[in-house]
């Protein structure tokens, strides 16, 4: 079946450090890759997403490169700031079989905590 | 993209009862999802709701306990029944986006506690 690891956490860091949150996975066919972002007391949101290997995912300075040959979706971002505080989330869709549209595998969250 | 509201945004609630969520979409669809986050964990999907068939649940959920109506193909509800204080945790509602297994969307969530 399919699976999503993510870097244990939770993780502390001072503002304008670099981030990184490391993210692997399993899956069967040919699975999009999402990053999703949860502030605290609101919903998800999509951060950024990739649908095959070598694209890279962005939005608010944050990125991923789908690596396919090391079945990974590591997040990036060069310099975080107090307002990058929230729960994050890796997840896939994959299509195998056609019975996946749209239902996703999480991996476990990752806290991020960003201090002044 | 699509717009989901969910109904309500959270509520607590007595052991031994039920709670009915809804999720409205802004447009049509074809498959609707519905997620429990437990306190501190990742998400988990209880059911995938296709409008005019029965839910299909994943390992570990059942009808009993989570029934499901998709009446039309904007609108699903997800009842909790027989609540326990296990229950409390973030359900979610989602939709997959247009094209396929590139895209899915989240309503706000419904925060449970049982008490």
């Known amino acids: 079946g399919n699976s999503v690891t993510q870097m244990e956490g939770p993780v502390t860091l001072s503002e304008e450090a670099f981030l990184t949150i490391n993210c692997t996975y399993t899956?069967?066919?040919?699975?999009?890759l999402f990053w999703y972002v949860q502030y605290p007391g609101e919903g998800l949101q999509l951060l950024l997403k990739?649908?095959?290997?070598?694209d890279k995912g962005s939005n608010k300075g944050f990125e991923a490169t789908y690596r396919k040959e090391t079945t990974s979706f590591h997040l990036e971002k060069g310099s975080v700031q107090v307002s990058d505080s929230a729960v994050y989330f890796c997840?896939?869709?994959?299509?195998?079989?056609?019975?996946?549209?749209?239902?996703?595998?999480f991996g476990q969250g990752t806290i991020l905590t960003v201090h002044p | 993209s699509a717009v989901i509201s969910q109904k309500p945004s959270r509520d607590i609630c007595q052991r031994g009862t039920s709670l009915t969520i809804q999720c409205q979409v802004d447009?049509?669809?074809?498959?609707m999802f519905w997620y429990r986050q437990q306190p501190g964990q990742s998400l988990t999907l209880i059911a995938t709701?296709?409008?005019?068939?029965?839910?299909?649940?994943e390992s570990g959920f059942v009808i009993d306990k989570f029934p499901i109506s998709r009446p039309n193909l904007t609108f699903s509800t997800l009842t909790v029944s027989n609540m326990s204080p296990e229950d409390s945790s973030i359900y979610l509602c989602?939709?997959?986006?247009?094209?396929?297994?590139?895209?899915?969307?989240f309503g706000q969530g419904t925060r449970l506690t049982v008490v």
């Open positions: 899956a069967t066919g040919y699975p999009s």
């Open positions: 989602s939709v997959e986006g247009k094209r396929g297994n590139t895209e899915a969307f």
């Open positions: 997840a896939l869709i994959s299509n195998a079989g056609g019975t996946s549209y749209g239902k996703l595998t």
């Open positions: 709701a296709n409008q005019g068939s029965e839910a299909t649940y």
């Open positions: 447009s049509q669809v074809t498959m």
């Open positions: 990739a649908t095959k290997a070598d």
